[in-house]
Each structure stands twice: as structure tokens, then as C-alpha cells.
């Protein structure tokens, strides 16, 4: 197989989490992947490094998502490395919490940043550029249908990301390209562990009917279908993957 047979993926946030686990399947799939990371480059060449070990192509790429001058150079340099993406996976984001009233307008300011201008960034970027018959895929969360407290200021971003997604999706019509939102519940990651309790953790675990936090892999999993063959019929859609959370 040459480099020019491979298909290509971005995936942001792809250092470690969600994002690292989504990066590691997407190489199983059979996808030269670009792994994303805003500050962890240590942990990006790990992710880089699994993926060759097991047989697969994946380049790390740093670039802060909320600089739309960075994102123009993150796509240039997945083109340069692989050639122009066929999928999108914006995994990068920030999850602040604290009730509205205690949230002072450095946390506000900064989620929206990176979370929805972050996303909007890599929308208008492989909007402009994406070849017909791509795919992106945004990460939301499912706290937009379960409103849980002091999530206020993170859930408003990821509900903006879906508002997008759809309105994307209507935006490339005739281009067969999805866009497509993933809505994770709990998940056990250092983004939703940190700062919790045991007692916190231990009730979020099973605020589902499958009682036990999602794992990086089940969220992969959802994001390589709808990368995948089988998920072409999906679009202008949230997939709430949380165990039956909400």
C-alpha cells in the first residue's frame, strides 16, 4: 500500500482521552491519522507511536484549535503528511465546571474559545477543503440533554457544536459529506475524573441503566461507524453514546 492509498484522518485533541482512543481506532480502520494536540507533545508521540506499533501511519501535529491561523497550518500540515482529510474528529475541548452564578468571565471566555470557536475553526476549514464524500464527526456531550448543575457554561458550547453540525450538514449539501455530533456520558477519563469524589464518581457511574462510566473505546467505537461504510445513511444527527443515561 502506498501513502496515497491511505485514507486520511484529523483527529484534534487526540493526545490522550477520548481523542487518543479515537486516533488508535481510526489507524485499526485503516486510516493515516493526524493527531492533533495543543500542548502535550510527549503524550501525542505516545499515541503516534501505538499506532505504528501495531502496523499502522499516524504524524503528530501541534496546534492550538482556537487560532484559526494554527488550524489553517494543522490542515496543511495533514495534507503535506497524508494529503487532504476525508474525516474531521474535533475531540479538543476544555470542561470547567462551577455553578453559573461562581463562573467569572476567564472561564467563560475561555471554554467558548475552545470549545465552540475551536470548533467552528476546523468546520469552516474542511468545509473549504474536504474532497466530497467526507466525514466529520464533533464531539458534544450528553449533559445538553441531561442539564446537569454546574455544567452551564460547558453545556452551552457543545450545544452550540450541535447546532452546527446540523446546520453544516445542510450547508454541503450535494457534496456527500456527513456531519455528524457524538454525545459521550460519563466517561472514565482525566477530563471527567479530575476534581471529582469518589462519591461523585461512584453515582455518575451508574446514572445509567448499564451502571458503569463509558470507556475512550465505547466513544471510538461510535465515532468509527459513523467514519465508516455503515454510517453513510447518518447525518445532521447527535448520537447520545452514554449507556441510556438521557
Known amino acids: ?73 494543522l490542515f496543511d500540515r495533514a495534507e503535506n503528511a497524508f494529503g487532504v482529510p476525508q474525516v474531521l474528529v474535533n475531540s479538543a475541548g476544555i470542561m470547567p465546571l462551577a455553578p453559573l452564578a461562581q463562573s467569572d468571565d476567564e472561564l467563560f471566555d475561555k471554554t467558548i474559545t475552545v470549545n465552540l470557536k475551536g470548533t467552528f475553526n476546523t468546520l469552516r476549514e474542511a468545509a473549504r477543503r474536504m474532497q466530497d464524500g467526507g466525514r466529520i464527526i464533533n464531539l458534544s456531550t450528553s449533559v445538553v440533554g441531561a442539564k ?48 471529582k469524589t469518589e462519591e461523585q464518581i461512584e453515582g455518575l457511574s451508574h446514572a445509567n441503566p448499564l451502571e458503569r462510566l463509558g470507556q475512550p473505546e465505547d466513544i471510538a467505537a461510535t465515532v468509527s461507524f459513523l467514519a465508516g461504510p455503515d454510517g453513510g445513511w447518518i447525518n445532521g444527527q447527535t448520537l447520545r453514546a452514554n449507556g441510556g443515561m438521557v
Open 1 to 73: 500500500m502506498t501513502i496515497n492509498d491511505w485514507k486520511v484522518a484529523l483527529v484534534t485533541g487526540a493526545s490522550r482521552g477520548i481523542g487518543a482512543a479515537i486516533a488508535k481506532r481510526l489507524a485499526a480502520d485503516g486510516f493515516a491519522v493526524v493527531v492533533n494536540y495543543s500542548g502535550s507533545a510527549s503524550a501525542a508521540a505516545e499515541v503516534v507511536s501505538e499506532i505504528e506499533a501495531a502496523g499502522g501511519r499516524a504524524v503528530a501535529a501541534q496546534a492550538d484549535i482556537s487560532d484559526p491561523k494554527q488550524v489553517s497550518s
Open 148 to 195: 446537569l448543575p454546574t455544567y452551564g457554561v460547558y453545556t452551552a458550547t457543545k450545544a452550540g457544536v450541535e447546532a452546527m453540525s446540523a446546520i453544516l450538514s445542510k450547508e454541503l449539501r450535494g457534496r456527500n459529506i456527513t456531519v455528524n455530533a457524538v454525545a459521550p456520558g460519563p466517561t472514565a477519563t482525566a477530563l471527567f475524573l479530575d476534581g
